[in-house]
Every structure is written in structure tokens, then in C-alpha cells.
T-cell receptor
Framework: AAGVIQSPRHLIKEKRETATLKCYPI?????VYWYQQGPGQDPQFLIS???????DKGSIPDRFSAQQFSDYHSELNMSSLELGDSALYFC?????????????FGQGTRLTVV | KQEVTQIPAALSVPEGENLVLNCSFT??????LQWFRQDPGKGLTSLLL?????REQTSGRLNASLDKSSGRSTLYIAASQPGDSATYLC???????????FGKGTMLLVSP
């Protein structure tokens, strides 16, 4: 079965540019999470969606926004990029209820801001 | 606010050794706990999920235990191999609706 798919895998942007990261969750998973992982850091929660509605918000800067679409894929939009935004961005999905509530992560998008 | 701590931060062992990684959490009212493996610059691979009602889970050479009352989980790796070298992350979820809170991980190096 296909896992969580993220695109692109790598992205290089200049300061003050915008970036859009995409996430395609596992089929039938109703919850999507976005995490940011800086070098040598643990993943930090940004935002989550349940059934296409924002369900929780973490340390997401105001310059970032996200949404989940009718086909359940999600996009993280990042504007006015700063050098400190360089990180691995992960998307995860899970089924909130049921027998298997395990969270599965994508391979991540490595964003480099220069 | 849930806080997750992993000890040790780094561990180096010779091939073949059995080892234990520790994870502790401050709020014992968890929904589940999940162990992940992360290779450098790569994604997180789920290893084991323990529901709050369970005491342990096993997968191959891996065994994870959970003691909710003491706020602890351990990941036991039997007969370690160089291919086990990676960072191991523990994450807890306080409810079915909440996010995963991660520890900072244990970086494991298994030398041949």
C-alpha cells in the first residue's frame, strides 16, 4: 500500500520567496499533521487537520498557512521565507479512531532558504 | 503540557549486544505511544505503537514496553546490528484528537 507522499523532496528558495509543500495522506486516513524538524532537533508540530478542518495549531509562524482539500491532500504555504525556515518538513497521517491509529510519516521535504 | 524525555541522548555499542532505550513522559494520561526510527536526513519510520491499554508490543528483534503509571516506556533491541544505527524517537499522544509530542531521540551507533 502506498504511504504518505510528500512533494517536492527538495526545495531551494531565496529569502523572501514563497514555497508550497504538498502532502498526500494514506487512503482513508482522516487526520493530517505537519511538522518542522530543524538540524539536530526533534520534530516540532505546526498544524493539523481532521476531515479537512483545522483541528490543532502548534508553533506555526503567521507567515505560514495550510489547508486540506476535498481529496484530503494538504498543502503548506510558506511566505516571506527566512534563513531560519531551512528545515525538514514532514507530513503525517493517521486514522483518528478504529483498530489501528498508528501515525505514518512521509519522507519529508527538505527546504533550504538561501 | 506533555514533555517527553529520552535517555541516553547517544549510545554506541558493538554488534550483537542487546540494548535498551528509555523514554519518559510527564503526563501519564496518554492515548498511545509510538517509537520511530530516523536515518540521517530521512523520514520517520514507525517501529511500534503501544495503545494505552497495552503493556508491550513486539516486532522481530524489537520489544517496546509501556508503564503508564510511572510514565515510562522502553525499547529493547536484541542482537543489535550495524543496520540498526539510526536515531530512535519516542512520541506520545494524549488523546485521539491531539498531536504527537516527540522526545529529542537517542542516536544509536552499532559498530561491526
Amino acid at each position: 500500500a502506498a504511504g504518505v507522499i510528500q512533494s517536492p523532496r527538495h526545495l531551494i528558495k531565496e529569502k523572501r520567496e514563497t514555497a508550497t509543500l504538498k502532502c498526500y495522506p494514506i487512503s482513508r486516513h482522516d487526520t493530517v499533521y505537519w511538522y518542522q524538524q530543524g538540524p539536530g532537533q526533534d520534530p516540532q508540530f505546526l498544524i493539523s487537520f481532521y476531515e479537512k478542518m483545522q483541528s490543532d495549531k502548534g508553533s506555526i509562524p503567521d507567515r505560514f498557512s495550510a489547508q486540506q482539500f476535498s481529496d484530503y491532500h494538504s498543502e503548506l504555504n510558506m511566505s516571506s521565507l527566512e534563513l531560519g525556515d531551512s528545515a525538514l518538513y514532514f507530513c503525517a497521517s493517521r486514522q483518528r479512531t478504529g483498530l489501528n491509529t498508528e501515525a505514518f510519516f512521509g519522507q519529508g521535504t527538505r527546504l533550504t532558504v538561501v | 503540557k506533555q514533555e517527553v524525555t529520552q535517555i541516553p541522548a547517544a549510545l554506541s555499542v558493538p554488534e550483537g549486544e542487546n540494548l535498551v532505550l528509555n523514554c519518559s513522559f510527564t503526563d501519564s494520561a496518554i492515548y498511545n505511544l509510538q517509537w520511530f526510527r530516523q536515518d540521517p536526513g530521512k523520514g520517520l519510520t514507525s517501529l511500534l505503537l503501544i495503545q494505552s491499554s497495552q503493556r508491550e508490543q513486539t516486532s522481530g528483534r524489537l520489544n517496546a514496553s509501556l508503564d503508564k503509571s510511572s510514565g515510562r516506556s522502553t525499547l529493547y533491541i536484541a542482537a543489535s546490528q550495524p543496520g540498526d544505527s539510526a536515531t530512535y524517537l519516542c512520541a506520545v499522544q494524549n488523546s485521539g484528537y491531539s498531536t504527537l509530542t516527540f522526545g529529542k531521540g537517542t542516536m544509536l551507533l552499532v559498530s561491526p
